[in-house]
Protein backbone atom coordinates (compact mmCIF):
# COMPACT_ATOMS: atom_id res chain seq x y z
CA UNK A 1 0.00 0.00 0.00
CA UNK A 2 3.13 2.55 0.88
CA UNK A 3 4.45 1.67 -2.90
CA UNK A 4 1.30 2.62 -4.07
CA UNK A 5 0.94 6.09 -1.74
CA UNK A 6 4.21 7.04 -3.32
CA UNK A 7 3.47 6.72 -7.07
CA UNK A 8 0.35 8.81 -6.44
CA UNK A 9 2.18 11.31 -4.79
CA UNK A 10 4.70 11.30 -7.63
CA UNK A 11 1.84 11.22 -10.09
CA UNK A 12 0.16 14.08 -8.76
CA UNK A 13 3.50 16.57 -8.00
CA UNK A 14 4.04 15.79 -11.45
CA UNK A 15 0.97 17.16 -12.63
CA UNK A 16 1.07 20.36 -10.33
CA UNK A 17 4.76 20.63 -12.06
CA UNK A 18 3.79 20.20 -15.73
CA UNK A 19 0.38 22.67 -15.85
CA UNK A 20 1.75 24.45 -18.21
CA UNK A 21 2.66 21.43 -20.43
CA UNK A 22 -0.74 19.47 -20.46
CA UNK A 23 0.37 17.07 -22.75
CA UNK A 24 3.57 15.92 -20.92
CA UNK A 25 1.72 15.70 -18.01
CA UNK A 26 -1.06 13.56 -19.78
CA UNK A 27 2.24 11.36 -21.00
CA UNK A 28 3.52 10.94 -17.95
CA UNK A 29 -0.25 10.36 -15.79
CA UNK A 30 -1.13 7.83 -18.18
CA UNK A 31 2.60 5.83 -18.50
CA UNK A 32 2.42 5.89 -14.63
CA UNK A 33 -1.18 4.54 -13.98
CA UNK A 34 -1.06 2.25 -16.72
CA UNK A 35 2.76 1.05 -15.18
CA UNK A 36 3.78 1.27 -19.09
CA UNK A 37 7.53 0.89 -19.54
CA UNK A 38 7.30 2.12 -23.29
CA UNK A 39 4.69 5.22 -22.97
CA UNK A 40 7.10 6.33 -20.18
CA UNK A 41 10.14 6.07 -22.21
CA UNK A 42 7.86 8.18 -24.42
CA UNK A 43 7.09 10.76 -21.65
CA UNK A 44 10.89 11.01 -20.97
CA UNK A 45 11.81 11.69 -24.57
CA UNK A 46 9.24 14.35 -24.91
CA UNK A 47 10.37 15.90 -21.50
CA UNK A 48 13.68 15.92 -23.09
CA UNK A 49 13.12 17.57 -26.23
CA UNK A 50 11.09 20.12 -24.19
CA UNK A 51 12.83 23.07 -22.15
CA UNK A 52 16.01 22.67 -19.99
CA UNK A 53 13.78 24.40 -17.40
CA UNK A 54 11.01 21.72 -17.40
CA UNK A 55 13.47 19.02 -17.69
CA UNK A 56 15.26 20.04 -14.07
CA UNK A 57 12.22 20.65 -12.70
CA UNK A 58 10.82 17.41 -13.76
CA UNK A 59 14.17 15.51 -12.83
CA UNK A 60 14.74 16.98 -9.42
CA UNK A 61 10.72 15.89 -8.38
CA UNK A 62 11.55 11.99 -9.62
CA UNK A 63 15.23 12.23 -7.48
CA UNK A 64 13.78 13.30 -4.74
CA UNK A 65 10.57 10.67 -4.55
CA UNK A 66 13.60 8.44 -5.12
CA UNK A 67 15.93 9.51 -2.78
CA UNK A 68 14.19 12.15 -0.46
CA UNK A 69 11.32 12.25 2.27
CA UNK A 70 9.19 8.98 1.04
CA UNK A 71 7.57 10.83 -1.71
CA UNK A 72 5.72 13.29 0.37
CA UNK A 73 3.57 10.35 2.37
CA UNK A 74 4.14 9.41 6.02
CA UNK A 75 5.05 5.92 6.30
CA UNK A 76 2.50 3.12 7.88
CA UNK A 77 3.21 1.09 11.23
CA UNK A 78 4.94 -1.61 8.50
CA UNK A 79 6.52 0.76 7.13
CA UNK A 80 8.61 2.07 10.29
CA UNK A 81 9.58 -0.83 11.65
CA UNK A 82 6.55 -1.38 13.84
CA UNK A 83 4.79 -4.12 11.69
CA UNK A 84 6.33 -7.03 11.77
CA UNK A 85 7.17 -9.82 14.16
CA UNK A 86 9.78 -11.43 12.32
CA UNK A 87 13.28 -11.90 14.52
Do not use: C, Y
Not at 12 to 32: I, K, V, W, Y
Not at 40 to 62: C, D, K, M, P, Y
Not at 69 to 77: L, Q
Amino acid sequence: MFKLARLEALRHNLTAALTHHPELARAFEDALTRHDEQALGAAFEALHAGSEETRAEVEALILDWLFGDEGGVEPGPAAAGGGSNVH
